[in-house]
């Protein structure tokens, strides 16, 4: 017992550089994180139109298509998944002069203090693809309003209580909130 009380000093000081080591680690990656989420979140009531970084958002219908049904088995949705399509209108507004739409598309589900939120599905994720004239994607240096599809795969239980988000870079910590109708 003796030399473990002499040598209390380097444990407590292996101790304390530990854990500011473990902090440090993680700090690096979460700072960056919560920078890049957004804090300030304007919302929209379904069918209304919002606004951000001089552009406007409507979602003009949803669509819910179970990996279960034969829709989804057609669209390679998993059977456990839904894919859920939101149209909205997009029309680009004062963002048309910058270049750049604030297009960075997500879906979140609201919680009590912790979000979930889910990317737009990847050409791999199913074989969706919008009809013509519908786009897939913010095209940069649109002045003409557009229709674009926001396309997500989602587990089953969570696809009624989703609002879609939008936000960007230049734009955060502002995002734009919308529900989408049942």
Do not use: H, N
């Not at 002069?97 to 990317?119: D, F, H, I, S």
């Not at 919008?130 to 940069?140: A, I, K, L, N, Q």
């Amino acid at each position: 017992m003796g030399w473990l009380r002499e040598q209390r000093l380097p444990f407590a000081l292996v101790g304390v550089l530990g854990a500011a080591a473990v902090a440090l680690t993680l700090a690096i990656d979460w700072v960056p994180y919560r920078e890049s989420q957004p804090v300030d979140v304007a919302r929209v009531a379904a069918g209304d139109r919002g606004a951000l970084g001089g552009a406007g958002f409507r979602v003009l219908e949803v669509s819910r298509i179970a990996g279960s049904s034969a829709a989804g088995a057609e669209l390679e949705v998993a059977e456990d998944a839904v894919l859920l399509v939101a149209r909205l209108e997009v029309e680009p507004g004062d963002a048309a002069e910058r270049g750049v739409l604030p297009c960075t598309l997500k879906l979140v589900e609201p919680g009590g203090g912790v979000e979930t939120r889910w990317a737009t599905a990847s050409f791999d994720s199913t074989s969706y693809r919008p009809p013509e004239g519908v786009e897939s994607f913010c095209p940069s240096g649109s002045a003409a309003p557009f229709e674009l599809d926001a396309v997500f795969v989602l587990p089953a239980d969570a696809a009624e209580r989703v609002e879609l988000e939008i936000s960007d870079l230049q734009e955060l910590p502002r995002a734009l909130r919308l529900e989408l109708a049942s």
